[in-house]
T-cell receptor, first 113, second 114 residues
Framework: QQQVKQSPQSLIVQKGGISIINCAYE??????FPWYQQFPGKGPALLIA?????SEKKEGRFTISFNKSAKQFSLHIMDSQPGDSATYFC????????????FGQGTELSVKP | GAVVSQHPSRVICKSGTSVKIECRSL??????MFWYRQFPKQSLMLMAT?????????EQGVEKDKFLINHASLTLSTLTVTSAHPEDSSFYIC??????????FGPGTRLLVL
């Protein structure tokens, strides 16, 4: 029940295309859903996050769509660029558990020029 | 965003020695710090959670006597890998959180045990 399932494991997108990564969770007590971007040999960096009272959040080219009833959320990267090539992790947490993040398995995105 | 640093960025040590990794929040006070390890091509695995001035809470399966965590101040936490062995070679990443806010991650420390 603590798991967050992420798909796909890897994704290849052409420059200018839309990258879509999906995550699903079981625990309805989760109340914070961030997405992190990680480049090889670096720590993860927060991209965008959402709380369950909102169905969509957009920041620049990055959008989170959140479906509370389906217990799913997704990251959309518009106008994907080669510089977006990285590994993306979704995560979920509960504030009353000290903010402990449960990470998805990760998606390796490659954007081809 | 907030800045978290780690030192060293990479370390090579001999089997049986101990290694200390520092994690600092540079521009905010971190009420909670987390330590993760990450193997190649895998996700982050939480090892422990530490609150300033308290004993760390370890995740199931993580040996607290092997991975010593100290959170002595609101800006510094340390992870000591005691009697390191080759299987402890990994990428260790810390994160820091101020109250209910977001977790900010450090750049990671690459540990190689020979």
């Amino acid at each position: 029940q603590q798991q967050v399932k992420q798909s796909p494991q890897s994704l290849i997108v052409q420059k200018g295309g839309i990258s879509i990564i999906n995550c699903a969770y079981e625990n309805t007590a989760f109340d914070y859903f961030p997405w992190y971007q990680q480049f090889p040999g670096k720590g993860p960096a927060l991209l965008i996050a959402i709380r369950p009272d909102v169905s969509e959040k957009k920041e620049g080219r990055f959008t989170i769509s959140f479906n509370k009833s389906a217990k799913q959320f997704s990251l959309h990267i518009m106008d994907s660029q080669p510089g977006d090539s990285a590994t993306y992790f979704c995560a979920a947490s509960r504030d009353n558990q000290g903010g402990k993040l449960i990470f998805g398995q990760g998606t390796e995105l490659s954007v081809k020029p | 965003g907030a800045v978290v640093s780690q030192h060293p960025s990479r370390v090579i040590c001999k089997s049986g020695t101990s290694v200390k990794i520092e994690c600092r929040s540079l521009d905010f006070q971190a009420t909670t710090m987390f330590w993760y390890r990450q193997f190649p091509k895998q996700s982050l695995m939480l090892m422990a959670t530490s609150n300033e001035g308290s004993k760390a809470t370890y995740e199931q399966g993580v040996e607290k006597d092997k991975f010593l965590i100290n959170h002595a101040s609101l800006t510094l936490s340390t992870l000591t890998v005691t009697s390191a062995h080759p299987e402890d070679s990994s990428f260790y990443i810390c994160s820091a959180r101020a109250g209910r806010e977001t977790q900010y991650f450090g750049p990671g420390t690459r540990l190689l045990v020979l």
